[in-house]
């Protein structure tokens, strides 16, 4: 299943509400999960099944949507969140989005 | 708490072969299905293969069919990936992870494919 993540790069400026968005190619039924990965680490869950929050992430994220267009929002940027973004589908095997790097303004 | 320690990676010469481990703790292994992940240096996160909670299902992604073998051991709670005739598309960081909503992940280990 192909995923399509956009833009591939976006700037923004501390405290700003950003919005981050993936398209699946076909009905992933909600079993999608968003990452984030700064330089030179894994990646680390923040939302699953679409819009549930991990455990000791921030509440500033949260996560949307249904079957294929999903987004993930940020509402109101900190300076630690610059980082790429990844979401991953894991209704059929598993396929990443191509991912989107959050900077500062 | 949950660990997923990979190891085995390093330098190794095109068409020469390669075994990754990924050493389970903090979950019961056995009941989950697992995956490894790669991610080429600054690009994004590649599925590479999938097995099932007990070994009896794998799954690969075209380019490594063939050439990669993913296993387990779950008396040992450890994953493995057997890559065989390696090339220099395959240099990556190799990631162990569950593919599904748990989102345990590894530290990685990095292959390089190189001459």
């Known amino acids: 299943i192909q995923m399509t993540q956009s833009p591939s790069l976006l700037s923004a400026s501390v405290g700003d509400r950003v919005t981050l968005s993936c398209k699946a190619g076909?009905?992933?039924?909600?079993?999608l999960a968003w990452y984030q990965q700064k330089l030179g680490e894994a990646p680390k869950l923040l939302i699953y099944?679409?819009?549930s929050l991990q455990t000791g992430i921030p509440s500033r994220f949260s996560g949307s949507g249904s079957g294929t267009d999903f987004t993930l929002t940020i509402s109101s940027l900190q300076p630690e969140d610059v980082a790429t973004y990844f979401c991953?589908?894991?209704?059929?095997?598993?396929?990443f989005g191509g991912g989107t790097k959050l900077e500062l303004k | 708490e949950v660990q997923l320690v990979e190891s085995g990676g390093g330098l190794v010469q095109p068409g020469r072969s390669m075994k990754l481990s990924c050493a389970a703790s903090?979950?019961?292994?056995?009941?989950?299905?697992m995956a490894w992940v790669r991610q080429a240096p600054t690009k994004g996160l590649e599925w590479v293969a999938t097995?099932?909670?007990?070994?009896?299902?794998?799954y690969y992604r075209d380019s490594v069919k063939g050439r990669f073998t993913i296993s387990r051991d779950n008396a040992k709670s450890t994953l493995y990936l057997q890559m065989n005739s390696l090339r220099s598309e395959d240099t990556a960081t190799y990631y162990c992870?569950?593919?599904?909503?748990?989102?345990?992940w590894g530290q990685g280990t990095l292959v390089t494919v190189s001459s």
């Open positions: 992870t569950t593919p599904g909503p748990e989102g345990y």
């Open positions: 903090g979950f019961t292994f056995s009941n989950y299905g």
């Open positions: 097995i099932s909670y007990d070994g009896s299902s794998t």
């Open positions: 076909q009905n992933i039924n909600n079993y």
């Open positions: 099944n679409a819009n």
């Open positions: 991953q589908q894991y209704n059929s095997w598993t396929t």
